[in-house]
């Protein structure tokens, strides 16, 4: 009897985890899509000064169109949002699930980490400094906060239950 009952426990928190990662990606995405530079107009300098060259904007259905500014998130290309993933690792005695930027080149990886956390004037962008997003980090608190105690009571009743 107790093998089962911890076989069913096994395989809810797999569940449970596997759940919460996805709940990170999405609210991790949402965060990318509302959270602005603070600046209303960005783009690309053509060496004419202060002067900026709105950045095409490659969204879903809007192929093309130029985008005047990162007002109200930071949604350009589609790269960064589309970069985030989760990632379980399931072992015999531990499973691990993940969320972020993973599997994404290096290169990415470190231009995503710079609009994470911000950064001044000189890095990606030559004359603007660019408040820190923290995405990963808020949907990391709001994953462990809101999503892991619905999800324990949900598996817990479902234990108790015997439906797995």
Same mark, same amino acid.
């Given at each position: 009897?107790?093998?089962? +009952?911890?076989?069913?426990?096994?395989?809810?928190?797999?569940?449970?985890?596997?759940?919460?990662?996805?709940?990170? +990606?999405?609210?991790?995405?949402?965060?990318?899509?509302? /959270?602005?530079?603070? /600046?209303?107009?960005? &783009?690309?300098?053509?060496?004419?000064?202060?002067?900026?060259?709105?950045? @095409?904007?490659?969204?879903? #259905?809007?192929? #093309?169109?130029?985008?005047k &500014?990162?007002?109200?998130? $930071?949604v350009?290309?589609g790269?960064?949002?589309?970069? +985030?993933?989760?990632?379980?690792?399931? &072992?015999?005695?531990?499973?691990?699930?993940?969320?972020?930027?993973? #599997?994404?080149?290096?290169?990415? @990886?470190?231009?995503? $980490?710079?609009?994470?956390?911000?950064?001044?004037?000189?890095?990606? /962008?030559? $004359?603007?400094?660019?408040?820190?997003m923290?995405?990963?980090?808020?949907? $990391?608190?709001?994953?462990?906060?809101? +999503?892991?105690?619905?999800?324990?009571?949900?598996?817990?009743?479902?234990?108790?239950?015997?439906?797995?």
């Open positions: 009897m107790l093998d089962g +009952v911890e076989k069913s426990i096994r395989l809810a928190t797999f569940d449970l985890q596997r759940e919460a990662a996805l709940a990170g +990606v999405e609210k991790t995405k949402q965060l990318i899509e509302i /959270r602005g530079t603070q /600046r209303k107009n960005w &783009g690309y300098d053509r060496g004419k000064g202060r002067v900026l060259t709105p950045m @095409r904007a490659r969204e879903a #259905g809007k192929v #093309g169109h130029l985008r &500014g990162s007002y109200p998130g $930071r350009n290309t790269h960064m949002r589309d970069s +985030v993933r989760a990632l379980l690792q399931r &072992g015999e005695k531990r499973t691990i699930a993940s969320f972020g930027w993973i #599997g994404a080149k290096k290169r990415d @990886r470190t231009y995503f $980490r710079a609009q994470e956390r911000g950064f001044d004037a000189g890095g990606f /962008r030559r $004359r603007q400094k660019v408040k820190p923290f995405a990963l980090r808020d949907a $990391r608190l709001y994953v462990q906060k809101v +999503v892991i105690p619905q999800l324990v009571r949900k598996y817990k009743n479902r234990i108790i239950k015997g439906k797995y």
